[in-house]
T-cell receptor
Framework: DTAVSQTPKYLVTQMGNDKSIKCEQN?????MYWYKQDSKKFLKIMFS???????INETVPNRFSPKSPDKAHLNLHINSLELGDSAVYFC??????????????FGEGSRLTVL | GQSLEQPSEVTAVEGAIVQINCTYQ??????LSWYQQHDGGAPTFLSY????GLEETGRFSSFLSRSDSYGYLLLQELQMKDSASYFC????????????FGDGTTLTVKP
């Protein structure tokens, strides 16, 4: 059973299009995240949701809109795609509890290529 | 804010020992985590140090010195499969456990 699964794994699309990535976790975690990893492998947080509520929005353009229908799902919709959006997008979850490692469990990533 | 510095690349031979350093500047420090990521794969959690000292897990150990804002990951008896990127990270409990990652160290293990 995959703990954090995201689809699709690969996305190739034209500039200006809209696309969505879906994420589901079966770990019973309260907190879910979207991270972006660029071509230099820098991992940057984009959003964090705790029990379906948006907690963190790290100055991401409003073309990116996350949605969490329940605490096991966190989707990412991207409007008007730009070349600079090409990256690998990782969904992650954790059982956030103060004092713990906050171990993140990552999905396999969705590689987005904008042409 | 949070910032973490680690070397961008390290190369070592099979069987050797390698140390990957991480220095950090954070507001509200709780501990230091390490993640491993193979090419094309997802980051996976390796270790977490909340207190000063060395934590050992098999061939991998992680060290933290809070007074020096410094930690390292020590990999012993290197194997080819250890070739990967290694990230230090700091969780922030003021921000729903969000982890800020260093820029990663690419470890290449040569035969």
């Amino acid at each position: 059973d995959t703990a954090v699964s995201q689809t699709p794994k690969y996305l190739v699309t034209q500039m200006g299009n809209d696309k969505s990535i879906k994420c589901e976790q079966n770990l019973g975690h309260d907190t879910m995240y979207w991270y972006k990893q660029d071509s230099k492998k820098f991992l940057k947080i984009m959003f964090s949701y705790n029990n379906k509520e948006l907690i963190i929005n790290e100055t991401v353009p409003n073309r990116f809109s996350p949605k969490s229908p329940d605490k096991a799902h966190l989707n990412l919709h991207i409007n008007s795609l730009e070349l600079g959006d090409s990256a690998v997008y990782f969904c992650a979850s954790s059982q956030a509890a103060s004092g713990s490692a906050g171990e993140l469990f990552f999905g396999e990533g969705s590689r987005l290529t904008v042409l | 804010g949070q910032s973490l510095e680690q070397p961008s690349e390290v190369t070592a031979v099979e069987g050797a020992i390698v140390q990957i350093n991480c220095t950090y500047q954070t507001s509200g420090f709780y501990g230091l985590s390490w993640y491993q990521q193979h090419d094309g794969g997802a980051p996976t959690f390796l270790s977490y140090n909340a207190l000063d000292g060395l934590e050992e897990t098999g061939r991998f150990s992680s060290f933290l010195s809070r007074s020096d804002s410094y930690g390292y990951l020590l990999l012993q008896e290197l194997q080819m499969k250890d070739s990967a990127s290694y990230f230090c990270a700091v969780p922030s409990w003021a921000n729903a456990g969000k982890s800020t990652f260093g820029d990663g160290t690419t470890l290449t293990v040569k035969p």
